[in-house]
C-alpha cells in the first residue's frame, strides 16, 4: 500500500473534515498535517519568506507516495489555509527545481465535505487543473455531504470506494 500525509486545511480544526480525514487516516495509516500547524506564508514572488516552513514540510511529504488534500468547501474552493499551501507550490518551480520534479509521478486525491449533495465541479476542478500542471496523477474525491451530522458518521461505503481508488 502506498505511504500517505493527508495535507489538511480548515478554520475548524475539529470540525467535520477533520472528522472524515480521523476516519480515513485510520483506515490506510495515513499521517495528517494540518498546514495550520506550521508557519507559512502567503506566495511572495521575492521569495522574502524562504525561512517560514513551508519548504522544510514539503521535505517531509516528498517522503510519500500519496498527498490527499482536505479541507472543507468553502465558496465553493478549498480553505484559506490550504489555499495558501497549494498556492506556495509555486516556491518548488520558482527556487526548488529538485523538489518541484518529485512532484511528477506523484499520486493526490482529495477529502472534502460541504452541503452540496455533491462536489462542485469548480472545487474539484482547481486540484485537477494543479495537478495535471504539476504531473501528479489525480486519483479521485471523497466528498461527504454534512448537512446532517449522520452524514458524516454514515460513510463507510464511500471510504472503502476511497480507500480502493488511491489504493492503486
Not at 517531509?60 to 474552493?77: E, G, Q, R
Not at 486525491?109 to 452540496?116: H, M, P, R
Request: proline share 2%; with cysteine.
Amino acid at each position: 500500500m502506498l505511504t500517505t500525509a493527508i495535507i489538511y486545511g480548515s478554520s475548524r480544526r475539529d470540525g467535520n473534515t477533520r472528522k472524515v480525514v480521523d476516519a480515513v487516516a485510520k483506515k490506510i495509516s495515513a499521517d495528517v498535517f494540518d498546514v495550520s500547524d506550521f508557519d507559512i506564508s502567503f506566495y511572495d514572488y521575492e521569495h522574502k519568506n524562504r525561512d517560514d516552513n513551508f519548504l522544510p514540510l514539503i521535505e517531509t511529504l516528498l517522503k510519500y507516495d500519496c498527498w490527499i488534500f482536505a479541507s472543507p468547501v468553502y465558496w465553493y474552493t478549498m480553505s484559506a489555509q490550504l489555499k495558501v499551501f497549494v498556492d506556495r507550490l509555486t516556491d518548488l518551480l520558482d527556487i526548488d527545481l529538485e523538489s518541484a520534479s518529485k512532484l511528477n509521478g506523484l499520486n493526490a486525491a482529495l477529502i472534502t465535505t460541504g452541503v452540496e449533495d455533491s462536489c462542485p465541479t469548480c472545487y474539484e476542478d482547481v486540484f485537477i487543473n494543479t495537478f495535471n500542471y504539476l504531473g501528479i496523477n489525480y486519483r479521485g474525491c471523497l466528498y461527504v455531504n454534512t448537512r446532517h451530522e449522520d452524514d458524516v458518521v454514515a460513510i463507510e461505503n464511500d471510504l472503502l470506494t476511497f480507500v480502493q481508488l488511491i489504493a492503486v
